[in-house]
């Protein structure tokens, strides 16, 4: 199994040339996804305004990153102890192509990233019960992931797992937050009807990385 996850690695990481280093990089990065943030924020207040409604998805989204980031880092990280492709620790950081000579000094597995875009992309499913919202917000995160491994920051592994850590909590945050609601609220969260805006978003965001990269090469 470490053999096969080492061969995925060097398979995906092996093939970069300049301009993925750029994109992959950009993809990776955690602040130039805000306007996606925003646009799904804008999505849930158009649905249910300023509200009870409105203050329960807010709680059970960030109570879900809170979970499955802290599962990450303080829970299963140091039980584990996996050190990162590039870490110049592992034995094969040498055969692993870092992106700007970036090298991660920390363990790796699972990938946050991973956990907390699933995680994401999870409850997104979940509340809007809405195909292209889920569609988009699912590929979002799994190109994410492939970001994480080009880069050569995490193993196929690493991801993998992390996408599944982020899903079950997704799920089990979700549904707490649904008896919650049930029991205190009485009106539990509707999301009816589909928008247009946050599949939008996924898809412009990606064209403006792919333009982004292609300039600053």
């Not at 409850?123 to 970001?147: G, I």
């Amino acid at each position: 199994m470490e053999t096969l996850d080492q061969n995925i690695l060097f398979l995906i990481n092996g093939s970069y040339n300049s301009y993925f280093d750029a994109l992959m990089s950009l993809i990776s990065g955690k602040l130039i996804w805000l306007p996606l943030y925003v646009c799904i924020l804008f999505v849930l207040w158009r649905r249910l305004r300023v509200s009870w409604q409105m203050l329960a998805v807010l709680l059970t989204i960030g109570a879900t990153f809170f979970l499955t980031d802290f599962c990450c880092s303080h829970i299963v990280r140091p039980f584990f102890m996996r050190l990162r492709p590039v870490c110049v620790e592992n034995p094969i950081h040498t055969m692993v192509h870092a992106v700007e000579g970036y090298r991660h000094n920390s363990y790796g597995f699972p990938s946050c990233h991973a956990s907390n875009t699933f995680g994401l992309a999870t409850l997104l499913f979940l509340f809007f019960r809405e195909r292209w919202t889920s569609v988009s917000m699912f590929l979002w995160a799994t190109v994410m992931c492939y970001s994480r491994v080009y880069l050569g920051v995490h193993y196929p592994g690493d991801v993998f797992v992390g996408a599944l850590l982020g899903v079950a909590v997704g799920y089990a945050v979700y549904y707490a937050s649904l008896a919650l609601q049930r029991r205190y609220i009485k009106e539990p969260v509707t999301l009816t009807g589909s928008s247009p805006l946050v599949p939008l978003a996924v898809a412009l965001m990606f064209a403006l990385e792919a333009v982004i990269a292609g300039v600053t090469l």
